[in-house]
């Protein structure tokens, strides 16, 4: 009896174990769509890739029906983001309802910049969301330890069990700074090429990490998804050059900050800091934008406003409705880049 006890015991645990099921598929859970993307052209038929947040859905606001919840139960790998409001909310539960999933960052190593209430220039050096520095010898997003046998970004428990307490060291060994630089950081990093290159990095090395006898596939279907965004890159370049319309854009909501950064742009917002501006903000807002030239306005659909329709009539111009969290997120930035191009 104690042998077939034993027995079962193992059998359950190795039937959690994503590592020890290198040869199949696995369940990965994102939290938005444009990530699925990338987990799913470099995983292929290794994965099936479940994201937290709908298309349409705001990121502020979110929250998931009972169905959404039940379809995390059989997630073996939570590749985070880290700086999205539903994540922070929501992945804690998450963990709760599921602890056998092993949660991932992949966006290590990734500048963030400030929320922008203006078209202010980003600079080297700016902590990352939490107002903590990178992992490059210094902090993770919430100053633990990382899954290399310790806790997450968030302090959930990794496969190895280890805990974490609030304030210690990360893995280089660095002291936590909590309380510092609590500005607002930009989450939609996957609006730069660069960044995205940094992200499918890190995907593909999760993913070996996991299935490591499938590195040849896994490799071969990053190749194809590096040299992908690297002509999307160049495709955006060359029209940008080309252009001799405004190198800036008007949006409602300043969500295209590292779009703008990565090719030297201006975004000028109506809102600030998640608010819509008073009158005398928008004029001067709105006076800026003028005199580059620029009349139309960019809205999502997660956060449109009336006030965008006064605005782009103030400036005789259209509202144009482009998707940050769109699943495509190729066409996107294929999409924000005629809308400069064409003005």
Do not use: C
Not at 154 to 168: A, K, P
């Amino acid at each position: 009896m104690n042998r077939f006890f034993v027995l079962m015991t193992y059998l359950a645990l190795i039937a959690n174990s994503p590592n020890l099921f290198a040869d199949q598929k696995i369940r990965v859970a994102v939290t938005i769509p444009p990530i699925e993307n990338f987990v799913s052209s470099i995983g292929g038929d290794l994965v099936e890739v479940v994201h937290l947040v709908p298309a349409g859905q705001d990121l502020h606001t979110f929250a998931p029906k009972p169905s959404k919840m039940r379809e995390m139960l059989d997630v073996n790998v939570y590749f985070k983001l880290g700086g999205i409001a539903a994540e922070e909310i929501w992945l804690d539960r998450l963990v709760n309802l599921n602890p056998s999933m092993k949660v991932m960052t992949i966006s290590r190593g990734i500048e963030r910049i400030e929320m922008e209430a203006h078209h202010h220039h980003d600079e080297e050096g700016h902590h990352d969301e939490e107002g903590h520095h990178d992992e490059e010898g210094h902090h993770d997003e919430e100053g633990h330890h990382d899954e290399e046998g310790h806790h997450d970004e968030e302090g959930h428990h990794d496969e190895e069990g280890h805990h974490d307490e609030e304030g210690h060291h990360d893995e280089e060994g660095h002291h936590d700074e909590e309380g510092q630089l609590g500005t607002s950081l930009d989450p939609h990093i996957w609006l730069a090429p660069s960044n995205v290159q940094k992200m499918g990095e890190q995907v593909l090395n999760h993913l070996l990490e996991i299935m490591p006898n499938n590195s040849e596939s896994l490799r071969s279907n990053f190749l194809k998804f590096s040299s992908e965004v690297k002509e999307l890159d160049q495709e955006i370049k060359e029209k940008l050059a080309k252009s001799r319309n405004p190198k800036g854009f008007l949006v409602f909501h300043p969500a295209w900050g590292y779009f703008a950064k990565e090719y030297g742009l201006q975004q000028f917002s109506i809102e600030l800091e998640g608010k819509e501006p008073s009158p005398a903000e928008l004029i001067k807002e709105l006076k800026e934008a003028q005199n580059m030239g620029i009349r139309n306005i960019w809205v999502q659909p997660q956060r449109s406003s009336r006030m965008a329709k006064t605005v782009a009539d103030s400036l005789g111009g259209k509202i144009f409705e482009l998707d940050p969290l769109a699943a495509n997120w190729h066409d996107s930035l294929k999409k924000a880049t005629n809308r400069i191009v064409e003005n």
